[in-house]
């Protein structure tokens, strides 16, 4: 086991940890999206920009899915700048994110909600302006329908989806702002495949993908 200091506490994790989740198994949460809890820090994406955290001999902030446990670090977690930066990435994600919790299957389940409670930001953008992209939900997939300004591009249903099958049926497309989550292969086999499996559904923490409903039951 490897010891570490984290906000003044004394906590152990196993060697190969990240600190993310040295901290969140010892009960210090930090806010974070695209984190897998089988991801190694070597393969963590570090695409949220959410989980950063101060480390005593690092200069600069550092994601923590991204950072290995070392005996004898202290992390920071509540700093002034660590906060700072992280109401920043969430007012980001805002700014190209679908305010509307009502008729979303991830209300009051919503990662994003969560962070934004923790932060105490809300739930809006500003300084930032709200930009969306078009089409608002896009039905290419057989069975699912992506709703694109829900998606935060975390990437867990690409991940976990190839994990799950032997190549995955959602993959990123496009580029820059106009990233979205693609589908490839509208065969029967996939469809079929995903109706069974659902585990990206299930995953998705903001609700962006979600089961047509003539395909439900």
């Given at each position: 086991?490897?010891?570490?200091?984290?906000?003044?506490?004394?906590?152990q994790s196993?060697?190969?940890?990240?600190?993310?989740s040295?901290?969140?198994?010892?009960?210090?949460?930090?806010?974070?999206?695209?984190w897998?809890?089988?991801?190694?820090?070597?393969?963590?994406?570090?695409?949220?920009?959410l989980?950063f955290v101060?480390?005593?001999?690092?200069?600069?902030?550092?994601?923590a899915?991204?950072?290995?446990?070392?005996?004898?670090?202290?992390?920071?977690?509540?700093?002034?700048?660590?906060?700072?930066?992280?109401?920043?990435?969430?007012?980001?994600?805002f700014?190209?994110?679908?305010?509307?919790?009502?008729?979303?299957?991830?209300?009051?389940?919503?990662q994003?909600q969560?962070?934004?409670?923790?932060?105490?930001?809300?739930?809006?953008?500003?300084?930032?302006?709200?930009?969306?992209?078009?089409?608002?939900?896009?039905?290419?997939?057989?069975?699912l329908d992506?709703?694109?300004?829900?998606?935060?591009?975390?990437?867990?249903?690409?991940?976990?989806c190839?994990?799950?099958?032997?190549?995955?049926?959602?993959?990123?497309?496009?580029?820059g702002?106009?990233t979205?989550?693609?589908?490839?292969?509208?065969?029967?086999v996939?469809?079929?495949?995903?109706?069974?499996?659902?585990?990206?559904?299930?995953?998705?923490?903001t609700?962006?993908?979600?089961l047509?409903?003539?395909?439900?039951?």
């Amino acid at each position: 086991m490897v010891n570490l200091i984290a906000d003044d506490r004394a906590i152990q994790s196993p060697a190969g940890s990240s600190v993310l989740s040295a901290c969140l198994a010892a009960g210090i949460y930090i806010p974070h999206l695209c984190w897998l809890e089988t991801d190694a820090p070597v393969d963590a994406p570090a695409a949220c920009r959410l989980c950063f955290v101060e480390i005593d001999g690092i200069r600069e902030p550092v994601a923590a899915c991204a950072l290995t446990v070392e005996n004898g670090m202290t992390v920071h977690t509540d700093t002034e700048t660590v906060r700072r930066l992280q109401k920043m990435a969430l007012k980001l994600l805002f700014s190209v994110h679908r305010v509307d919790c009502k008729p979303c299957p991830a209300n009051k389940a919503c990662q994003l909600q969560t962070i934004a409670a923790f932060l105490g930001t809300g739930l809006g953008c500003k300084p930032f302006e709200k930009l969306l992209k078009e089409p608002e939900v896009d039905s290419r997939h057989p069975v699912l329908d992506y709703y694109t300004n829900r998606c935060v591009l975390c990437g867990i249903c690409v991940r976990i989806c190839r994990k799950q099958h032997q190549h995955s049926w959602l993959s990123f497309a496009g580029r820059g702002f106009d990233t979205v989550v693609g589908f490839f292969d509208a065969a029967p086999v996939a469809a079929a495949e995903c109706l069974s499996c659902r585990v990206c559904l299930e995953s998705c923490p903001t609700g962006a993908l979600v089961l047509r409903k003539a395909d439900e039951g």
